[in-house]
């Protein structure tokens, strides 16, 4: 089996491991929380670069509803245009699979013990793990291709991350839920995202569209076609296609939906059915049955929408996967870049 379908395969146990991991690792995040609700600490600042970036969405919206005031920014706009935004009274998330992303350690070079930072990573021996005031370790494993386990792995971190910071504990069980449901549904996804391989190989670009929660899995799923097979698709959320996007669809253009959770999904719904009524090839990632003309891929019902992301993007790997074999690409594989981003 390809490198990158392996991997893909490999994230239940990646994230079993991790969710095992995640309770004893807890204690300096305690510490952060109660200067959270005391004053010292007055805001949180969520970043990365790339799917580590986009991973952190979800935490931030937890997070508001936590009542905590956060913000995500990109580590390069933090880095280059919006240091001003982060003081002593600032805790900065930093999220890098590899902890040693070009951006990440520039940023920890800036900030020199001045601000507490809690960075999650898969390395205990990175810039990021040692120079973090907290440092939380995935345990997603050795990873070649593009990012699969390291990515959900980030997702369950941060959101066991989140609660305790909110004042509350991790939801270990929510979380291995997902590995659970990544484990019965991966036949059925590759089955049905076979389907929408054949319906959308030959389409100019790709749409990967999503709300709230499902809006990392929107721009990762996005960035994973565009790394693993090379075809042009662009993320964004869905709210934003009918301020513009949409003028440009027709039947050269493809577009996967991510459904998400009430009571944004009827929206969802609404946008993906007026999608294939102007001759879009659609998808969509849901619990229901899809509407007439579009391709379902299944999701069970019933997941916490904060860890529904971790499941949901599954579809959108194996897609990335899929779509590079029927184009000639090795899935997963490299040309330009390299695992570990080192130039800005």
Same mark, same amino acid.
């Given at each position: 089996?390809?490198?990158?379908?392996?991997?893909?395969?490999?994230?239940?146990?990646?994230?079993?491991?991790?969710?095992?991991?995640?309770?004893?690792?807890?204690?300096?995040?305690?510490?952060?929380?109660?200067?959270?609700?005391?004053?010292?600490?007055?805001?949180?600042?969520?970043?990365?670069?790339?799917?580590?970036?986009?991973?952190?969405?979800?935490?931030?919206?937890?997070?508001?509803?936590?009542?905590?005031?956060?913000?995500?920014?990109?580590?390069?706009?933090?880095?280059?245009?919006?240091?001003?935004?982060?003081?002593?009274?600032?805790?900065?998330?930093?999220?890098?699979?590899?902890?040693?992303?070009?951006?990440?350690?520039?940023?920890?070079?800036?900030?020199?013990?001045?601000?507490?930072?809690?960075?999650?990573?898969?390395?205990?021996?990175?810039?990021?793990?040692?120079?973090?005031?907290?440092?939380?370790?995935?345990?997603?494993?050795?990873?070649?291709?593009?990012?699969?386990?390291?990515?959900?792995?980030?997702?369950?971190?941060?959101?066991?991350?989140?609660?305790?910071?909110?004042?509350?504990?991790?939801?270990?069980?929510?979380?291995?839920?997902?590995?659970?449901?990544?484990?019965?549904?991966?036949?059925?996804?590759?089955?049905?995202? *076979? /389907? $929408?391989?054949?319906?959308?190989? #030959?389409? =100019?670009?790709? %749409?990967? +569209?999503?709300?709230?929660?499902? !809006?990392?899995?929107?721009?990762?799923?996005?960035?994973?076609?565009?790394?693993?097979?090379?075809?042009?698709?662009?993320?964004?959320?869905?709210?934003?296609?009918?301020?513009?996007?949409?003028?440009?669809?027709?039947?050269?253009? *493809? /577009? $996967?939906?991510?459904?998400?959770? #009430?009571? =944004?999904?009827? %929206?969802? +719904?609404?946008?993906?059915?007026? !999608?294939?009524?102007?001759?879009?090839?659609?998808?969509?990632?849901?619990?229901?049955?899809?509407?007439?003309?579009?391709?379902?891929?299944?999701?069970?019902?019933?997941?916490?929408?904060?860890?529904?992301?971790?499941?949901?993007?599954?579809?959108?790997?194996?897609?990335?996967?899929?779509?590079?074999?029927?184009?000639?690409?090795?899935?997963?594989?490299?040309?330009?870049?390299?695992?570990?981003?080192?130039?800005?």
């Amino acid at each position: 089996m390809n490198g990158f379908l392996s991997e893909i395969g490999e994230q239940p146990t990646a994230l079993r491991a991790t969710c095992d991991a995640l309770p004893a690792q807890m204690g300096g995040v305690r510490d952060l929380s109660d200067q959270l609700r005391s004053g010292p600490i007055r805001r949180v600042i969520l970043s990365g670069m790339g799917a580590s970036f986009f991973a952190t969405h979800p935490a931030q919206q937890m997070l508001i509803r936590f009542g905590v005031v956060a913000h995500c920014v990109e580590a390069s706009d933090l880095l280059y245009y919006q240091h001003g935004l982060f003081d002593a009274r600032t805790l900065l998330v930093l999220v890098s699979q590899s902890g040693r992303s070009v951006e990440i350690v520039k940023l920890l070079e800036m900030v020199a013990k001045r601000v507490p930072v809690l960075g999650i990573s898969n390395s205990d021996d990175s810039p990021l793990a040692q120079r973090s005031t907290v440092h939380v370790r995935i345990h997603a494993g050795a990873e070649a291709t593009v990012s699969s386990k390291t990515y959900t792995c980030t997702l369950a971190a941060l959101h066991a991350v989140t609660r305790v910071l909110g004042g509350g504990t991790p939801d270990i069980a929510a979380l291995t839920g997902a590995a659970d449901t990544i484990e019965a549904n991966l036949p059925a996804w590759n089955t049905a995202v *076979g /389907a $929408v391989v054949e319906q959308m190989h #030959d389409a =100019q670009s790709i %749409l990967v +569209l999503g709300r709230g929660a499902s !809006l990392a899995s929107a721009l990762t799923g996005a960035l994973i076609v565009k790394e693993s097979a090379k075809f042009p698709a662009e993320g964004m959320n869905a709210a934003q296609v009918r301020h513009g996007p949409i003028e440009m669809v027709d039947g050269r253009i *493809g /577009a $996967v939906l991510f459904a998400g959770s #009430d009571p =944004q999904r009827a %929206l969802t +719904l609404a946008l993906a059915r007026d !999608l294939h009524g102007y001759g879009a090839r659609v998808a969509l990632v849901d619990h229901a049955p899809a509407p007439n003309g579009i391709v379902g891929i299944p999701l069970p019902a019933g997941l916490d929408p904060f860890v529904q992301p971790i499941a949901e993007i599954v579809p959108m790997q194996v897609f990335g996967a899929l779509l590079a074999a029927k184009r000639g690409y090795t899935p997963g594989a490299f040309r330009y870049s390299n695992k570990v981003t080192t130039a800005e």
